[in-house]
Nanobody
Framework: QVQLVESGGGLVQPGGSLRLSCAAS????????MGWYRQAPGKQRELVAG???????NYADSVKGRFTISRDNVKNTVYLQMNSLRPEDTAVYYC??????????????WGQGTQVSVSS
């Protein structure tokens, strides 16, 4: 079994920063892509940032230059550093990790979600 545990959300003022973490544990043979999504009330879930095992990144246009995705392959953890936060960044943030367990194919797993609220 695989578990993803997120942390780091909270309430921050506009212009502030937060760092989200998502740690994978359990029956993990290898990890491929890792990413962060978000879902605001009444909106569809959208990709915020993605990171391949080779180090390639992609970002939503709305967060380019403000957010940075990174990973620690030893800790099986993906991070999202969010700077210059805006009210429109308010959403529940979910990590998504592509994991191959022993003897199985790659599957995508979701974190439980962490609330990020940006308000004065």
């Amino acid at each position: 079994q695989v578990q993803l545990v997120e942390s780091g959300g909270g309430l921050v003022q506009p212009g502030g920063s937060l760092r989200l973490s998502c740690a994978a544990s359990g029956s993990i043979f290898t990890i491929n892509a890792m990413g962060w999504y978000r879902q605001a009330p009444g909106k569809q879930r959208e990709l915020v940032a993605g990171l391949t095992s080779g180090g390639s990144t992609n970002y939503a246009d709305s967060v380019k230059g403000r957010f940075t995705i990174s990973r620690d392959n030893v800790k099986n953890t993906v991070y999202l550093q969010m700077n210059s936060l805006r009210p429109e960044d308010t959403a529940v943030y979910y990590c998504n990790v592509e994991i191959k367990s022993y003897g199985l194919r790659y599957s995508h797993y979701w974190g439980q979600g962490t609330q990020v609220s940006v308000s004065s």
